[in-house]
């Protein structure tokens, strides 16, 4: 047989490290699975649903930073890859989409399932490229291949079928990657950075995903400065574990003297984040400065003193030793002594949660921390899973903790650990979900799992109710409406399913229940937790339009008769208000 236009598409992508090829078949695609076949060098994953693959793409991607390919036919298909690779777009994960297209002969003629690849994906993908002409391939696949790994982001092939059993022109063409370049601002900027830095009184640093390689310039940093270290969220995992300067994180979800530091220094040094929440980060009275790979971050979020474009590794690199020690830590003091007293408050529904039912999720997330091992990988929903995943889910050295943190969709978290789990067999994969998440798109995938034998945690939270939306609801002033929902026993369902279910109501079973299902290699396991749905995280610092809001919500609700809900939820936070 002649090697065919997608045998070339294989070569290429095994060549470029692609181990896995997530999605569903059809039509169009199936030359393309026949080659993936033949080639053998790629395990092809049959999820149930498109997205549920591009999502455990973007972990497995993000996780081992080599690409991952993703398959969607004509259409349908590739209509539902779209959300997952918006994330992967936003997350910046190398994740490669092969999209079935009609065949050439239809292009553009309304016929069954025909769409147009370059206005659907224009939003999501950073390459997108029709393959018309056998000709092309070469060219365009290597450019898709090449755009994923060195930009970070997805890209899309749109392959008619004809075009895809089409006999290969030319031979296909070795993938050569180069190594990441160092990007560092130029001398000029350098030392207005030394001289900003060395003539501040007191300096405080907010660190993003940015810092992932640059833990130890930034701990020496703060060191030199005596200077608090804030996070973002994606910051939270590099920054946080084993670091006496660590003052917790802001925004929403902040807890500690995070905001106090970033809003009280006379410097601020952003490093390496693109943190959206420009309310809390401070006005004209703090002096600041950005460092950023990416020059579209600069100055976006918030006015700066300096913006510097390059890596927070070589930037740091580049001036510590100019950097003139201060010897005054009365600053660095305070705001970790406020985040010793908030980390009180934070545990007190922790050290209470075995005597309260329903079970809070704090207290669940605190012991699903110290029962997890020291290198597992956490995902948690977009939802009350992220709150919780935020302030209970202790960093380390060799954990990972992922979710869709700036694309924020729901039900990421068991396809993020599913991929996870095929990239690291044999380590811990805990997926905290929501239930309007799993009930979304994690549950039909269970039987993916469950065929794989996939040991991923699921640990639910069964608050019957899309909790984080409710609190929003109530935070900008609105009763909450189109939140509520009922839920069948999960454990019930997953052992139907095939997978090992554990359903926890009593507090004093959580920790059991927990070991219980982390103990289990043999596949998904499903720990269905009824959680209490009332338990409102407040952020530490809580804006005044957010206090505005809730005031105006607790009065609607008192005026429509909704006295009960809001007595329950007031009675069991009212400790953290
Ligand atoms: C696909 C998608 N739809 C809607 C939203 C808006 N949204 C954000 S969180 C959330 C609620 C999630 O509910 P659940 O999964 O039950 O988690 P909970 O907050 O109850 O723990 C919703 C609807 C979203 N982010 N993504
Ligand atoms: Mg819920």
């Given at each position: 047989?002649?090697?065919?236009v997608?045998?070339?598409?294989w070569?290429?992508?095994?060549?470029?490290?692609?181990?896995?090829?997530?999605g569903?078949?059809?039509?169009?695609?199936?030359?393309v699975?026949?080659?993936?076949?033949?080639?053998?060098?790629?395990?092809?994953?049959h999820?149930r649903?498109?997205?549920y693959?591009?999502?455990?793409?973007?972990?497995?991607?993000?996780?081992?930073?080599?690409?991952?390919?993703?398959?969607?036919t004509?259409g349908p298909?590739?209509?539902?890859?779209?959300?997952?690779?918006?994330?992967?777009?936003?997350?910046?994960?190398?994740?490669?989409?092969?999209?079935?297209?009609?065949?050439?002969?239809?292009?553009?003629?309304?016929?069954?399932?025909?769409?147009?690849?370059?206005?659907?994906?224009?939003?999501?993908?950073?390459y997108?490229?029709?393959?018309?002409?056998?000709?092309?391939?070469?060219?365009?696949?290597?450019?898709?291949?090449?755009?994923?790994?060195?930009?970070?982001?997805?890209?899309?092939?749109s392959?008619?079928?004809?075009v895809?059993?089409?006999?290969?022109?030319?031979?296909p063409?070795?993938?050569?990657?180069p190594?990441?370049?160092?990007?560092r601002?130029?001398?000029?900027?350098?030392?207005?950075?030394?001289?900003?830095?060395?003539?501040?009184?007191?300096?405080?640093?907010?660190?993003?995903?940015?810092?992932?390689?640059?833990?130890?310039?930034?701990?020496d940093?703060a060191?030199?400065?005596?200077?608090?270290?804030?996070?973002?969220?994606?910051?939270?995992?590099?920054?946080?574990h084993?670091?006496?300067?660590?003052?917790?994180?802001?925004g929403?979800?902040?807890?500690?003297?995070?905001?106090?530091?970033?809003?009280?220094?006379?410097?601020?040094?952003?490093?390496?984040?693109d943190?959206?929440?420009?309310?809390?980060l401070?006005?004209?009275?703090?002096?600041?400065?950005?460092i950023?790979?990416?020059?579209k971050?600069?100055?976006?979020?918030?006015?700066?003193?300096?913006?510097?474009?390059?890596?927070?590794?070589?930037?740091?690199?580049?001036?510590?030793?100019?950097?003139q020690e201060?010897?005054?830590?009365?600053?660095?003091?305070?705001?970790?002594?406020?985040?010793?007293?908030?980390?009180?408050?934070?545990?007190?529904?922790?050290?209470?949660?075995?005597?309260?039912?329903?079970?809070?999720?704090?207290?669940?997330?605190?012991?699903?921390?110290?029962?997890?091992?020291?290198?597992?990988?956490?995902?948690?929903?977009?939802?009350?899973?992220?709150?919780?995943?935020?302030?209970?889910?202790?960093?380390?050295?060799?954990?990972?903790?992922?979710?869709?943190?700036?694309?924020?969709?729901?039900?990421?978290?068991?396809?993020?650990?599913?991929?996870?789990?095929?990239?690291?067999?044999?380590?811990?994969?805990?997926a905290?979900?929501?239930?309007?998440?799993?009930?979304?798109l994690?549950?039909?995938?269970l039987?993916?799992?469950?065929?794989?034998?996939?040991?991923?945690?699921?640990?639910?939270?069964?608050?019957?109710?899309?909790?984080?939306?409710?609190?929003?609801?109530?935070?900008?002033g609105?009763?909450?409406y189109?939140?509520?929902?009922?839920?069948?026993?999960?454990?019930?369902?997953?052992?139907?399913?095939?997978?090992?279910?554990?359903?926890?109501?009593?507090?004093?079973?959580?920790?059991?229940?927990l070991?219980?299902?982390?103990?289990?290699?043999?596949?998904?396991?499903?720990?269905?937790?009824?959680?209490?749905?009332?338990?409102?995280?407040?952020?530490?610092?809580?804006?005044?339009h957010?206090?505005?809001?809730?005031?105006?919500?607790v009065?609607?609700?008192?005026l429509s008769?909704?006295?009960?809900?809001?007595?329950?939820?007031?009675e069991?936070?009212?400790?953290?208000?």
């Amino acid at each position: 047989m002649a090697r065919t236009v997608a045998d070339v598409l294989w070569e290429m992508l095994v060549d470029a490290g692609v181990k896995r090829c997530y999605g569903i078949v059809g039509d169009a695609l199936n030359p393309v699975i026949d080659a993936l076949r033949r080639n053998g060098g790629v395990d092809f994953v049959h999820v149930r649903n498109e997205e549920y693959g591009v999502f455990a793409a973007v972990a497995d991607a993000y996780l081992t930073g080599a690409p991952v390919a993703v398959c969607g036919t004509a259409g349908p298909g590739v209509v539902h890859l779209f959300n997952g690779l918006m994330d992967a777009r936003k997350e910046r994960a190398s994740v490669i989409a092969i999209a079935g297209d009609v065949e050439t002969r239809l292009i553009d003629t309304s016929s069954l399932e025909e769409m147009n690849p370059y206005k659907f994906f224009d939003a999501a993908s950073l390459y997108t490229a029709r393959l018309v002409n056998p000709a092309q391939a070469q060219a365009v696949i290597g450019t898709a291949i090449r755009t994923s790994i060195i930009e970070r982001g997805p890209t899309v092939l749109s392959i008619p079928g004809d075009v895809a059993e089409a006999e290969a022109v030319g031979e296909p063409v070795a993938i050569s990657i180069p190594a990441a370049p160092v990007l560092r601002p130029s001398d000029t900027d350098l030392n207005l950075l030394t001289d900003m830095i060395n003539s501040a009184g007191t300096v405080a640093i907010f660190g993003g995903d940015g810092c992932r390689e640059a833990r130890e310039e930034v701990l020496d940093l703060a060191a030199r400065l005596k200077a608090p270290v804030g996070y973002a969220l994606r910051g939270k995992q590099w920054l946080e574990h084993d670091n006496p300067y660590a003052v917790g994180l802001t925004g929403l979800l902040g807890y500690g003297g995070a905001y106090g530091a970033i809003n009280h220094a006379d410097l601020l040094l952003m490093l390496g984040t693109d943190f959206p929440f420009s309310e809390f980060l401070p006005g004209a009275q703090v002096r600041k400065v950005q460092i950023d790979q990416n020059p579209k971050h600069i100055g976006r979020r918030t006015s700066l003193d300096l913006g510097l474009v390059g890596d927070v590794k070589a930037t740091l690199r580049a001036v510590l030793g100019n950097i003139q020690e201060k010897t005054d830590d009365r600053f660095l003091r305070k705001y970790l002594a406020e985040t010793d007293s908030f980390a009180e408050l934070k545990q007190h529904y922790v050290n209470h949660g075995p005597g309260i039912k329903p079970i809070r999720p704090e207290y669940l997330a605190a012991t699903l921390s110290d029962l997890a091992s020291d290198d597992a990988m956490f995902f948690a929903d977009t939802g009350t899973a992220v709150m919780w995943l935020a302030r209970h889910i202790k960093g380390g050295k060799n954990r990972r903790l992922f979710g869709s943190f700036s694309w924020a969709s729901m039900a990421n978290a068991a396809p993020n650990a599913f991929g996870a789990q095929l990239a690291y067999p044999g380590r811990q994969m805990i997926a905290i979900c929501g239930d309007g998440g799993f009930t979304m798109l994690g549950m039909g995938d269970l039987l993916t799992q469950v065929e794989r034998k996939t040991p991923v945690v699921h640990i639910l939270l069964n608050n019957e109710s899309l909790d984080f939306v409710s609190i929003e609801q109530q935070e900008a002033g609105f009763i909450p409406y189109g939140v509520g929902f009922k839920n069948p026993n999960f454990a019930v369902v997953a052992e139907a399913m095939g997978a090992k279910g554990i359903r926890i109501e009593e507090p004093d079973a959580v920790s059991d229940g927990l070991s219980e299902a982390l103990a289990h290699k043999a596949g998904p396991v499903v720990v269905d937790v009824v959680v209490d749905p009332y338990a409102l995280a407040m952020p530490s610092h809580v804006p005044f339009h957010t206090v505005k809001g809730y005031t105006l919500s607790v009065a609607k609700q008192v005026l429509s008769g909704k006295m009960d809900s809001l007595i329950k939820t007031a009675e069991r936070n009212i400790r953290l208000l």
